[in-house]
């Protein structure tokens, strides 16, 4: 099945720190990717969906400004948490599909914890 | 406001008997429904969907079924297995839209 590669795995940083996370697909192209938030018992809250060589599209309540994302190639998604506090301490998780018509396949997500 | 719910947080079924896990949702504009597993420290894994030009869609021990009418749906594993333990997420989305909304998750544990 389409693999999605997430890293790093899990983060630890002091408040204010800048942290980048990146989803890869391994073996399919992703033209869309998605970004993820989970808080604990609650569902998956999307943040934003991406488009290979476009601006992402926030969710309302999202701020692009703190977190940037990146979706150079058709392989390759970046989110970057900018200036870190520890309320953005959360499960983050990317999704890409390859087509309209066919799911999403996620990474296994990067546990973020803010000091 | 909740658009997919899950209204089990948990649910535990001796093992070779048949788990159902439920799901309602309250957007109409909803016309594809997936469910995915999730083990602990692992990325949700795509289970089986159904669109809602269908009642039923099935896939091994793992079928789903969709009441368009009752904005339900529920996934059946017959017969349940060790392995099935796990978080299951129920999931919607529009075909038009790429925008998928999940449900809070059904923690499933299969008795020995």
């Known amino acids: 099945g389409a693999v999605v590669s997430q890293h790093p795995s899990r983060v630890i940083c002091k408040s204010g720190t800048s942290v980048k996370i990146e989803c890869r697909s391994l073996d399919f192209q992703a033209t869309t990717m998605f970004w993820y938030r989970q808080f604990p018992k609650q569902s998956l809250m999307l943040m934003a969906t991406?488009?290979?060589?476009?601006?992402?599209?926030?969710e309302q309540g999202v701020e692009k400004d703190k977190f940037l994302i990146n979706h150079a190639s058709l392989t390759l998604s970046t989110l970057t948490v900018t200036s870190a506090h520890p309320e953005d301490s959360s499960f983050y998780i990317c999704?890409?599909?390859?087509?309209?018509?066919?799911?999403?396949?996620f990474g296994d997500g990067t546990r973020l914890s803010i000091l | 406001d909740q658009q997919v719910k899950q209204n089990s947080p948990s649910l535990s079924v001796q093992e070779g008997r048949i788990s159902i896990l439920n799901c309602d949702y309250t957007n109409s504009m909803f016309d594809y429904f997936l469910w995915y597993k999730k083990y602990p420290a692992e990325g949700p894994t795509f289970l089986i969907s159904i669109s809602s030009i269908k009642d039923k869609n099935e896939d091994g021990r793992f079928t789903v079924f969709l009441n368009k009418s009752a904005k339900h749906l529920s996934l059946h594993i017959v017969p349940s297995q060790p392995g099935d333990s796990a978080v299951y997420f129920c999931?919607?989305?529009?075909?038009?839209?790429?925008?998928?909304?999940f449900g809070k998750g059904t923690r499933l544990h299969i008795l020995p």
């Open positions: 991406s488009n290979e060589g476009s601006k992402a599209t926030y």
């Open positions: 999931a919607a989305s529009s075909l038009r839209d790429d925008k998928i909304i």
């Open positions: 999704s890409g599909k390859a087509s309209p018509n066919q799911p999403q396949h």
